[in-house]
């Protein structure tokens, strides 16, 4: 799939597709990347991708590329580009993004055991930007022996969801689910992932879908409380 132009999500926020990274095994997964222009013109970017003549080109029309947002993982192999393009972009990762100058705008929120990962509520549009926390890849453009990986690992786009192995790093159910919780008390719109499809409408219900495994009692606690409110 070739690198597409910058596709408008809502005002002010953009996703750039078609790149791929390497995943666990070497199995490609899709790249989304955000931009998000910020008040005053500073541009906010979560997953940077390939920097193509276009997009820089793009870019500078836009506004001022001025943070470069890390997920944890996979390793992304452009970010260098991007700072040689950019000096004056601060990188964020982690924990650190708690005080980022953006956060009211963009509100970062994490779970962290052995491995952090790191949730982000787009304010004036409740979109919600996600990196691992679920991953929903399309599989009919890998190669017949990703897919099979994909499948085994349950993060096929007919049922996006954590991969294997994620829970336990972020603390297990308790923290994953403490997490959540806060996001659904976001009220998002849409889920944008990172790898994999975006579900632009029913954002909650996809991921109280994606989390039921994980959630069950608290979702169906939710659940009884928000019967009793109507």
């Known amino acids: ?34 931009v998000a222009r910020l008040s005053g013109g500073a541009l906010w970017i979560h997953a940077p991708g ?9 870019l500078e029309d836009e506004g001022r590329v001025a943070h470069l947002v890390v997920p944890a993982a996979p390793d992304l192999p452009w970010l260098d580009d991007w700072q040689a393009a950019y000096p004056a972009a601060r990188v964020w ?6 005080e980022a100058p953006w956060r ?34 399309e599989t009919a453009p890998l190669p017949p022996w990703a897919r099979v990986l994909v499948w085994l690992a349950g993060i096929d786009d007919s049922d996006g969801k954590p ?18 919780d806060k996001v659904l ?7 944008i992932l990172t790898h994999g ?18 959630m069950r009692d608290r979702l169906w606690d939710r659940a009884l409380t928000e019967a009793r409110r109507r």
């Open 1 to 34: 799939m070739p690198i597409s132009a910058p596709r408008a999500l809502a005002p002010g926020l953009w996703a750039l597709e078609g790149a791929h990274v390497e995943w666990r095994m070497g199995v490609p997964v899709p790249l989304r990347t955000v």
């Open 50 to 58: 390939p920097l193509l003549p276009d997009l820089a080109a793009w």
């Open 93 to 98: 990762r982690g924990a650190e993004m708690s």
């Open 104 to 137: 009211r705008e963009i509100r970062p929120l994490s779970a962290s055991g052995t491995d952090c990962e790191t949730v982000f509520l787009h304010r004036e549009s409740r979109s919600v930007i996600l990196s691992r926390l679920v991953m929903a890849v």
């Open 163 to 180: 991969p294997p192995g994620l829970t336990g790093r972020l603390g297990g159910r308790g923290a994953v689910g403490d997490l959540v």
């Open 185 to 191: 008390d976001w009220g998002p719109e849409r889920l």
């Open 197 to 214: 499809r975006c579900y632009e409408t029913d954002a909650a219900g996809e991921l109280r879908r994606a989390m039921r495994r994980i």
